[in-house]
């Protein structure tokens, strides 16, 4: 069995689950997985997981049993990079202060990342534009996405921040999307989209892959069928990261680089 990775959003499932009354009966909750990966036994993909470092921060709000639902993507992010991810149950008027702490935090300049803000649409910028010594850190509502609608209009608290809006069509990442997602992309899409527009390409690349071998093989598992060879690019392109070897492929247009301001 591989051992948990020690992240945030491991360390939020343990104590969710610790807390329920009743067992999980999400879609998918009963069957055993692995516990580092959330996959069906035969389809562990912790040997690809890739680990990285990135300047920008990810804090995921997430909604209620999201934690526990083994197709949650926001665990994902924190696969990658989990010294720069936290991770907190949403509460509508009782945060946690270790949240109010994070958000407080002159070391970050925070974004709530979300498509619209129809009450104050001067919020919504799609640029990242940081203070000198400041480093990015991307508020993601992890849920349905009425769920995320519903957090990003009843968070008071995340009122004051600028609201990052990314266009995946105009990125290199949206190119290696998975088929038959439904439009909204997945919370690891998403923070893949915005590690692009920070201009971290090494992470953004990382989480892409991670996200399309995982989504990949949770699909492949749900009907029982075998790991394929159309996988083996992106292994390859997995094995390469962890290596230490991978270059990101990816050119920057002017519209995704992060700006000193
Ligand atoms: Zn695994």
């Known amino acids: 069995m591989k051992p948990i990775p020690d992240h945030a959003v491991n360390r939020l499932r343990i104590w969710r ?5 009743r067992p999980f009966l ?7 997985r692995c516990e580092a990966c959330q996959l069906r036994h035969a389809w562990c993909a912790c040997e690809w997981r890739p680990e990285l470092k990135a300047e920008a921060g990810f804090c995921l709000l997430m909604y209620d049993s999201e934690p526990m639902k083994p197709s949650n993507t926001g665990r994902l992010i924190a696969d990658v990079l989990p010294d720069t991810t936290w ?7 009782e945060p946690h ?3 109010l702490a994070l958000l407080a935090d002159p070391v970050w300049q925070p974004y709530v990342v979300f498509p619209t803000c129809e009450k104050n649409p001067a919020r919504v910028t799609e640029r990242v534009a940081l203070a000198p010594g400041k480093k990015p850190l991307f508020i993601l509502l992890d849920g349905t996405w009425p769920e995320a609608r519903k957090m990003f ?26 088929a038959n997602c439904d439009e909204h992309l997945c919370t690891a899409e998403v923070a893949a989209c915005v590690l692009e527009v920070a201009g971290e390409l090494a992470a953004g690349q990382a989480l892409q892959l991670w996200f399309n071998l995982f989504s990949s093989r949770y699909m492949a598992g749900r ?5 394929g060879e159309d996988e083996s690019p992106l292994l390859q392109a997995l094995d390469e990261i962890n290596k230490g070897v991978a270059e990101p492929a990816v050119e920057t247009g002017e519209t995704s680089v992060a700006t000193l301001v």
């Open 17 to 21: 689950k610790s807390i329920s009354t």
């Open 26 to 32: 999400a879609r998918g909750g009963s069957v055993p």
């Open 87 to 93: 991770a907190f149950l949403w509460k509508r008027t």
């Open 97 to 99: 202060p270790d949240l």
């Open 153 to 178: 209009n009843m968070s008071p608290y995340l009122d004051g921040f600028p609201v990052l809006s990314v266009r995946p069509d105009a990125l290199s990442t949206y190119g290696m999307r998975v």
């Open 223 to 227: 009907v029982s069928r075998a790991p």
